[in-house]
């Protein structure tokens, strides 16, 4: 299936490819996975996605990465 994707992750990411989160969309569905274990994908809609970058941006997840 991911090698039918189109994957694409952040200018941000490690420079060894390691600290990656890569997405796609297929058929108006966002798809999620991480580089270092590809198998796994989540699948999420591009609604949800607005709201959880939402959240990020307004700082409501920050006490996971300090």
Request: glycine share 10%; hydrophobic share 35%; charged share 25%.
């Amino acid at each position: 299936m991911s090698s039918e994707i189109n994957w694409q992750k952040s200018s941000f990411s490690g420079g060894g490819g390691e600290q990656c989160l890569e997405t796609a969309k297929v058929a108006g569905d966002i798809l999620l996975r991480e580089s270092d274990d590809p198998s796994v994908i989540v699948k999420t809609t591009p609604e949800k996605l607005a709201a959880f970058i939402l959240g990020v941006k307004n700082g409501e997840f920050d006490h996971l990465v300090s």
